[in-house]
């Protein structure tokens, strides 16, 4: 098999560590590899995408992927990164949590395909919650010093009070070797020979190889093999993966579709140039055009357009990614007033996030209400009805983006989804009233 996994990832500027003889296994045989993903939520965000893609790309190269859902791990939290200990997860917490997150995996990876590849889905608390301390201590324990646990960078850090952090306790001590027993599980019962991960984990990953060497002594055939991703950045250095919101989740009830599908458009030249890379599956040959056509006509943002494009129809669906490109051009339609009444509430409101509001009543509307009342003195959007009255005089005023006088009325034709009126001064200013 030819070993164009590694290629891909290569050109992609998606691979940071990996360990010798890794290539020469994934072009020798259909590998079988895994990732793990931890369920401190029920949910994944846009962090967890590289991973996904990582096995995405696995399938697509004829190896097999194996997705890892830590129920066990997730009651003992990964240290890796961490300058606290995690908030320990009750079992039906943790439960709720590995349901989402086998659901989120679901919708990328086919786990009821009968290709000889297809994905597997597991999760680790499956062969840990019989395993005793004692046995634990004696078959995993003793094949690994402590010295060599404690050369880990994640647990260095931890122990020389880097980062601000408070030392580490003996249950987040043993997780990596917990995680390296998951390798030595996997490699035992379906040949897994891979672990892959972001290079946060590395040292994890080479606690498993190094397990399965260790609890296999005397088998030459027992190989075992890491590779990593870089862990992704912004060009400017902030956290990547995280709005004014907070995460950017894979789910819906998390992060609407439309502000999905803006992070991506909001990128900079510089991210986006990199992101497309990482985040799309489109071949070499198309992105290097896209780039260069992209230098030549900048302000077009044709990069951003296709980086949002690729990544919203892959998580959600072209359906969705057509309504949000939709919403997301309306602001500056030129037929404003008929396309915004094609948006249903929902998808309103998420445009319009952040904007300020005011609730008026119904009745109101019965005589109209004048735009005085509608700017300064029912709303308070303006601070006086002389604001309100200047503004109208200066011809900077709209409503639904139609441009007022000071002589019209506010009536129950101008309410889009029969209770919303966006009003406008000026290009920045805009406002909300809603009708109750």
Known sequence: MANKFVEELRWRGMVHDIMP????????????????FDP???????????????????????HKPVALVGGATGMIGDPSGKSDERNLLD???????????????????????????????????????NFSFIDFARDVGKRLTVNYMMA?????????GEEGSVGMSFTEFTYQLIQGYDFYYLHKEMDCKLQMGGSDQWG??????????RMNVGDETAKAYAMTCPLITKADGSKFGKSEGGNVWLDTDKTSVYKFYQFWLNTTDEDAEKYIKI???????????????????????LLQKQLAKEVTTFVHSEADFLNAEKASGILFSKTFNEDIRTLDEKLFLDVFEGVPQAELPKADLDNGIDMIAALAAKTNFLNSNGEARRALKENAVSVNKEKVKEDYLITNKDLINGKYVVLNKGKKNTYIIKVV
């Open 91 to 129: 079992e039906k917490a943790l439960a709720h949590n590995v349901q989402g997150i086998k659901n989120v995996l679901s919708r990328f990876l086919d786990f009821n395909s009968t290709k000889k590849n297809a994905p597997v889905l597991v999760n680790n608390y499956d062969w840990m919650k």
């Open 152 to 160: 880990k960078d994640s647990v260095k850090k931890r122990l020389s």
């Open 279 to 301: 985040f799309t599956f489109l071949d070499k040959e198309t992105i290097e055009n896209l780039v260069a056509e992209h230098k030549e006509t900048p302000h077009l943002r």
């Open 40 to 62: 401190t939520s029920d949910s994944l965000h846009i962090g967890s995408l590289v991973p996904i893609i990582l096995l995405v790309h696995l399938e697509k190269a004829g």
């Open 204 to 213: 994890n990953i080479t606690t498993g190889t190094e397990l399965v060497r």
């Open 21 to 36: 003889g890794t290539e020469e296994q994934l072009s020798k045989e259909m590998t079988t590899a895994y990732i793990g």
